[in-house]
């Protein structure tokens, strides 16, 4: 009977950088910082019912949404983790308005991290999984100082690296370099991820779907004709079924396991959705696409639309190739959207 290899994330990481010679070794690094930093976050959300953590702060992030204690905790979690080890020249977070300069005595890298520090944070006090969303650009800033927002502002197709967590029944740890994604399951016995799902490859088509239903009547015609068509007919002579977490994390990790699209669509009181572009729907593209699957707004790339704004939303389309494909193609025919 063949092993299964006993691989953990900084073997992984390590044997990834040896295969390439041209490599310096920062990104391992970062990587490598971001697996402890969550390991730290995962901590504080399974012990969230037991200490004065869960519920609100009080005050507002900079999208009019209630801030989550937790929120607070895995913002600063990585922000301490990630600023001082010299590979960074600038941050951004879904908490914060603005960019985040790196400690003046530290020093500046040539890397830009952006990240959401706690994706589907509404679901916390219901025990659902909830997730960590990170992207890692180089800087087009000219110099050695600090980074500037046009390093942010960067389109997806850019990413060195992007990658999730999802914190759930088990802790798990989702990456790609562009070549290959892979997923590295926390085992808490001895506080280290190891490799459980290799070289992850979307199907080419499957039979959910995921999307919020409750908008329904606010949707574009093509979209509501997609759905229909879904519940009408039948994948290898099984029905097509919705599933629907309400975490993007989630929803997406299922979809990339099992194949089916997922969905966040403009409608008529948000034509640009609720999703951001550079926090969650670029680097989700950039792995799914790594994946073989296939992430558009209904029209365009996902990868290629270019950020005008740190916190710009954007209508998400995103799964299995042929699911993606074929709802382009009833938005492309009903000719309405917003």
């Keep these: 009977m063949a092993t299964k290899r006993f691989m953990t994330l900084p073997r992984h990481i390590l044997e990834g950088e040896k295969a390439h010679p041209e490599a310096t070794g920062e990104l391992s690094s970062i990587l490598l910082q971001l697996g402890l930093a969550a390991k730290m976050i995962s901590l504080e959300v399974n012990k969230a019912g037991l200490v004065n953590i869960i519920g609100f702060t009080g005050d507002e992030n900079v999208h009019g949404e209630k801030v989550k204690k937790l929120d607070i905790f895995a913002h600063e979690m990585l922000v301490k983790a990630m600023d001082h080890g010299g590979h960074f020249c600038v941050m951004a977070s879904e908490e914060e308005e603005d960019i985040i300069h790196l400690p003046p005595d530290k020093k500046i890298g040539k890397y830009v991290l952006l990240f959401d520090p706690l994706d589907g944070s ?19 800033s000219p110099g050695d100082g600090p980074g500037t927002l046009e390093d942010c502002l960067q389109p997806g197709y850019k990413q060195e690296v992007a990658g999730y967590i999802v914190y759930g029944s088990s802790t798990i740890f989702v990456y790609t370099a562009g070549h290959g994604v892979y997923g590295f399951t926390l085992d808490p016995a001895f506080g280290e991820f190891l490799l459980s799902h290799d070289n992850i490859q979307i199907p080419k088509s499957g039979r959910i779907y995921s999307l919020n239903e409750g908008n329904y009547f606010s949707w574009p015609q093509g979209l509501k004709d997609y759905i229909k068509y879904l519940q009408a007919n039948y994948y290898d002579g099984k029905p097509y079924q919705a599933r629907y977490v309400g ?4 929803d997406i990790h299922r979809t990339l396991l099992y194949g089916g699209i997922f969905i966040y669509p403009g409608d008529r009181r948000n034509p640009k959705g609720k999703l951001r572009l550079c926090y969650e729907c670029n680097p989700m593209a950039f792995i799914v696409e790594a994946a073989g699957g296939r992430a558009t707004d209904g029209k365009q790339r996902i990868l290629e639309k270019k ?24 938005l492309r025919e009903s000719r309405e959207a917003y």
């Design 122 to 140: 509404s679901n916390i006090d219901a025990n659902i999984s909830i997730g960590t969303i990170f992207s890692i650009y180089k800087r087009i």
């Design 307 to 330: 950020p005008e704004a740190l916190h710009e939303r954007t209508p998400i389309y995103i799964g299995s190739e042929e699911d993606v494909l074929l709802v382009e193609k009833f």
């Design 247 to 250: 975490s993007m994390v989630a």
